[in-house]
């Protein structure tokens, strides 16, 4: 087997060392199916000059006062950390290993993937994972995750307003066994991987909602509907269509997919309210086993020495279609640096938080929790969105284990005016029951 090599981009087109400058950035094919979530949000950060030119900075190219280094940055765990690499990339048989563009002669991708792979420990840290992490570090936005099975009335109607607003969204089909990996369905989807999608529209002449969607892996169906749409509007449609695009019917669209994520570029993406914004705080925090690392509920011997952080809501939302009284925040926690354990034989953690009242010392015997994280799950990171009555309420993040050792980052989003804090005191408190 022919090893691999790093060769630099001029070497790999001998006509040109490739676009000049990230603004021409073509459409990108991935290497190796397992990093097909970061291709999704890469794509989707190119739809977004502003987003781009954040993780990928001007005045780069390959011709002006050219040195053969780049520099990149993303977003880790509450801030921007800028990441320089040398432009020599990983070749075998002549050919990009990993991400690179569809006519070979683009490199822009190929660096971005070299500079994450870096951050991240290895490119072998890649494999595997969730287009919203790549969302998140490329944005510094929170992601939020809908089960289609289980999709509100009014997706279709948040899709639209997250599109608007500059927000990005993958889709994927669960995979049930090892033997569904790449299988594709009858309506040509593949199972496993990772599609961006790129637009709604509601086409007048059928009264239907079509999705648009783009893999370039995998050019993907066209709808059945499509041949019923007016031909001049399809024309409409197609001009605007990418490579690797597709449109399907929303309701086809709902049916074929199990799962979409949405990163929002602010927290208050997906409010009714266009001029609403939200109040952000962030919180760094550790589980360490024998002192803070309680595990879950499931436990109640130890979880009363997990980390706890106080938040008291004080003022209602102001929604006149809405007759409760009810407080909105969003609460996003991440677990730190995990990718880079896997050389440890090491990975994610199952980690959750759960939301208690704040009535009595003894709550965490005597009460359940008024809200918590849909799930545990061994993501890098959960949120959730909630609306409770003014009041102070305890956050408590947790692995699902006890003993779990690992450093997190805890943000919570609100809309009104409110209070936050961490708790040391709860650790005596919590004791004393």
Excluded at 139 to 150: D, I, N, S
Excluded at 176 to 190: G, R
Excluded at 329 to 354: C, P, S, Y
Aim: hydrophobic share 35%; aromatic share 10%.
């Amino acid at each position: 087997t022919p090893p691999c090599r790093d060769k630099q981009p001029q070497v790999l087109n001998c006509k040109s060392p490739g676009s000049s400058h990230i603004d021409a950035c073509a459409p990108t094919v991935a290497g190796n199916d397992r990093d097909c979530w970061l291709l999704a949000a890469i794509g989707s950060l190119t739809l977004n000059q502003q987003l781009l030119h954040r993780v990928v900075p001007h005045g780069q190219d390959f011709s002006h006062l050219y040195a053969g280094i780049f520099h990149f940055q993303f977003w880790q765990f509450g801030k921007w950390v800028d990441v320089v690499i040398d432009d020599r990339l990983p070749v075998k048989d002549g050919e990009l290993l990993f991400v690179h563009s569809a006519e070979g002669s683009e490199f822009w991708s190929a660096l971005l993937e070299k500079a994450y792979a870096k951050l991240n420990g290895s490119y072998e840290a890649l494999s595997g994972g969730s287009t919203t992490e790549g969302f998140e570090d490329f944005t510094g936005g929170v992601a939020e995750m809908y089960e289609l099975k289980k999709a509100p009335r009014d997706l279709y109607r948040i899709i639209g307003k997250a599109l608007e607003r500059g927000s990005l969204l993958g889709c994927s089909i669960d995979i049930t066994s090892a033997f569904d990996m790449e299988a594709v369905t009858f309506k040509k989807l593949v199972k496993g991987h990772a599609y961006s999608v790129t637009g709604v529209r509601q086409v007048s002449s059928e009264r239907l909602s079509l999705s648009r969607l783009d893999n370039p892996v995998w050019s993907g169906p066209a709808s059945s509907e499509w041949n019923a749409i007016d031909s001049a509007e399809k024309d409409e449609m197609l001009c605007k269509m990418e490579d690797g695009e597709f449109w399907m019917s929303f309701q086809e669209f709902l049916h074929q997919f199990s799962r979409l994520e949405i990163c929002n570029l602010t927290p208050d993406a997906l409010s009714q309210d266009a001029t609403s914004f939200w109040t952000t705080v962030t919180y760094e925090g550790s589980w360490r086993k024998g002192s803070t690392a309680g595990g879950c509920r499931n436990h109640p011997n130890t979880f009363w020495i997990n980390p706890q952080y106080k938040i008291t809501l004080l003022e209602e939302d102001d929604d006149p279609e809405d007759d409760q009284a009810a407080c909105s925040f969003l609460v996003a926690l991440m677990q730190k640096d995990r990718r880079q354990f896997r050389r440890h034989d090491e990975d994610m953690h199952t980690i959750g938080f759960a939301i208690y009242e704040v009535r009595a010392k003894d709550f965490f015997l005597r009460h359940s929790s008024c809200a918590r994280s849909e799930s545990f799950i061994n993501l890098r990171e959960v949120s959730s969105r909630f609306r409770l009555p003014p009041g102070e309420y305890l956050i408590v993040p947790s692995t699902f284990e006890p003993s779990k050792e690992a450093d997190f980052v805890l943000r919570v989003f609100t809309e009104k005016q409110s209070e936050t804090d961490s708790n040391p005191q709860a650790l005596s408190v919590a004791a004393q029951l």
